[in-house]
């Protein structure tokens, strides 16, 4: 074969393949070109509506799923709102990336718009985070005032105007719980530098009843200038509600708006008990080696000046009480006969029993007494005071004296009482007062301090006393 033969050859061969490589540039260009004619168009389209002023539509959909999002979510949208907007308005379009190139098509779109001014975008309304922090600020504050009642607030609040002084408040108040000094100061500084705990305190006080707010006033502390014109008062004097209220009228302006005469007389009383007026003076201890102990400071007591105040409720209650016994005793006394055949009848027994040796007894409800001298004492034994008869064994004796009283048998037979206690005897419902004697007779009801005894005479030991009584008499 020739070379020119070959070259022939090797034309034909290669001209199928050639001929598509040339056809697939060709549709390659002209796909080019068509697009780059289409986005001309689309470019040219653009900038007629906008030059009309007519902004084509985007195509969204109008299906809108409603779900409840959590304070977490709102937050975190806001803010995700926010930073769309702050990107839209400095012109970076939302969704790319601060470092990403725009591409070639992007680059040619943005380059045959023309430039139109952006509109700024209204800022974030930061109603959604201002209400979550506001929703969560109270529960905070409710946790602080756990303890603190508005009562208590109120109560500290007058109580530090009268005095000035937190200590003083905090052994002098009674709060409704136990607080210790260190949170009647914290309380105290947090009413008066915090706004929110301030303000809450004072819309829950405002919201208390006026009779609470004056239970509460009646309880408030006393001042010095109070306690000093109280202490002006003489110990010796016997002061009424009028002397008080007359104070009162003198110094409106130094007593508390809510004191009353009652309230000024029962502190006088306390100021008088702890010998804190001017005229009292406070006793020395003896410099000695002998310690008073309890029963010798009660010894040098004197029971005049401690006489009970007097109350007109109570004594009409008790003169109405005291009549109503007297005839209940009437009617017993009516019906005793009748009473002491049906005993006898049933126990085969009549009165008590006396031995050779008991002049009289007196009977309560627990305890019976053995009188088997001519004198014995009354009252309430304690280590240093030992007496005859101790009350105590037949019932509450804490009202009653020491000594309080003495039973005596006269040589004529005659059985009498004398009280020396601080209370009254009643005999009968009749009052032995303090100094005073009454004379027993059998089957007389004595009372001492809501204690209440019959006493029960033997009356054949008595008659053979009388009896050589009468025959000493003559001689």
Known sequence: MTRGTWRTAQRGRSGPDSQGLLDSSLMASGTASRSEDEESLAGQKRASSQALGTIPKRRSSSRFIKRKKFDDELVESSLAKSSTRAKGASGVEPGRCSGSEPSSSEKKKVSKAPSTPVPPSPAPAPGLTKRVKKSKQPLQVTKDLGRWKPADDLLLINAVLQTNDLTSVHLGVKFSCRFTLREVQERWYALLYDPVISKLACQAMRQL???????????????????????????????????????????????????????????????????????????????????????????????????????????????????????????LEQELHKWQVLVDSITGMSSPDFDNQTLAVLRGRMVRYLMRSREITLGRATKDNQIDVDLSLEGPAWKISRKQGIIKLKNNGDFFIANEGRRPIYIDGRPVLCGSKWRLSNNSVVEIASLRFVFLINQDLIALIRAEAAKITPQ
């Open 209 to 331: 009843h006026p009779e609470a707010i004056a239970a509460i006033q009646s309880k408030a502390l006393f001042s010095k200038a109070e306690e000093q014109l109280l202490s002006k008062v003489g110990s010796t004097s016997q002061p009424t509600l009028e002397t008080f209220q007359d104070l009162l009228h003198r110094h409106p302006d130094a007593f508390y708006l809510a004191r009353t005469a009652k309230a000024l007389q029962a502190h006088w009383q306390l100021m008088k008990q702890y010998y804190l007026l001017e005229d009292q003076t406070v006793q020395p201890l003896p410099k000695g080696d002998q310690v008073l102990n309890f029963s010798d400071a009660e010894d040098l007591i004197d029971d005049s000046k401690l006489k009970d105040m007097r109350d007109e409720v109570l004594e009409h209650e008790l003169t109405v009480a005291d009549r109503r016994q007297k005839r209940e005793i009437r009617q």
